[in-house]
């Protein structure tokens, strides 16, 4: 009974560190200056939305070239994927699991071009998620890939676009779409970060185990 007893009461305990962090969040999006939809002028929303129309033509081809190039800059990030990690570049190509995981990312950047003018309402919630899930799923992520994910989907975009379509204003526009992309991953991946850890010096505190700061005397 004890031990039933004990676990009720951890459980309870976490689930109110969760709600004291998921509060802190809301609270910190609603001092949010400006609406995130007004970060992009009319004349660059044009620039994103008409050269996305000419990527999205062929949307598994991006989403591998991206991937590739991610791979290519930073040969480690292939340990976050163990389904296939241990593939050469033509092996990825044809493997069912890399190409779907290729058009998921492409789907998750075609849903914020599709809702430019409700990123508040709806994208910031599910780019701050995804980030939680790569927390929470993939173990080798890191958040140094994000730099490296902004530089390939530049470098992909400039490649299939071509310099008179991809100019200096239109890389502009897309550095901040790219930015407001990982921006909200970034935070998606630390909250659930700072939950865990929370979440951990709360059990270890209802058990009586000490936790690192109290075993160096902090």
């Keep these: 009974?004890?031990?039933?007893?004990?676990?009720?009461?951890?459980?309870?305990?976490?689930?109110?560190?969760?709600?004291?962090?998921?509060?802190?969040?809301?609270?910190?999006?609603n001092k949010r200056p400006a609406p995130q939809h007004e970060f992009l002028s009319d004349d660059e929303k044009e620039l994103v939305?008409?050269?996305?129309?000419?990527?999205?033509?062929?949307?598994?081809?991006i989403g591998i070239d991206v991937f590739l190039r991610i791979f290519?800059?930073?040969?480690?990030?292939?340990?976050?994927?163990p389904s296939f990690n241990c593939l050469s570049e033509n092996q990825l190509i044809d493997n069912v699991v890399f190409r779907?995981?290729?058009?998921?990312?492409?789907?998750?950047?075609?849903?914020?071009?599709?809702?430019?003018?409700?990123?508040?309402?709806?994208?910031?919630e599910n780019l701050v998620r995804l980030g939680r899930q790569h927390a929470a799923s993939i173990a080798e992520f890191r958040l140094e890939y994000l730099a490296v994910f902004e530089a390939s989907m530049t470098d992909v975009w400039a490649q299939r676009l071509g310099a008179p379509c991809f100019d200096a204003a239109t890389r502009h526009a897309w550095s901040k779409i790219f930015s407001l992309i990982t921006t909200h991953v970034r935070e998606g991946y630390m909250e659930y970060k700072s939950t865990s850890t929370a979440i951990i010096t709360d059990v270890l505190s209802?058990?009586?185990?000490?936790?690192?700061e109290q075993k160096i005397g902090l």
């Design 206 to 212: 209802d058990v009586g185990w000490p936790t690192d």
């Design 49 to 61: 939305m008409s050269t996305w129309r000419q990527l999205a033509t062929d949307p598994v081809a």
């Design 1 to 29: 009974m004890g031990c039933i007893q004990s676990s009720s009461f951890i459980s309870r305990r976490r689930r109110d560190s969760v709600t004291a962090v998921d509060s802190h969040r809301r609270r910190r999006h």
């Design 72 to 81: 290519e800059q930073a040969p480690d990030a292939m340990r976050a994927f």
């Design 100 to 124: 779907s995981h290729a058009t998921r990312f492409v789907r998750a950047v075609d849903f914020v071009m599709s809702n430019l003018d409700a990123l508040d309402v709806i994208v910031v």
